[in-house]
């Protein structure tokens, strides 16, 4: 499956409109088990990024830098059995 694509390595020159606040949004539209790949060139936006995703119980799966930017994988969790 194909993660849904969300690039911040934009999101410093636009106003109005936070980083985290795109992360939050993209990953409300995910189902269970799906996956957001997140592409940023602020180092900052990870730490908020991972901290968060540790809040919601959901995964990075692969963290990845080349050049500049800093790519993120993470995984909603799949929903649980009752």
Known sequence: MVPSHLDLTTAEEECGDSA???VRRAYATLGPGD???VVTGV???LFGIRAWSRRVGGEI???STEGRCIRLVLRRPAASAS
């Open 61 to 63: 799966l692969e963290e």
């Open 20 to 22: 985290m606040g795109r």
């Open 35 to 37: 996956r957001l790949e």
């Open 43 to 45: 180092a900052e936006h």
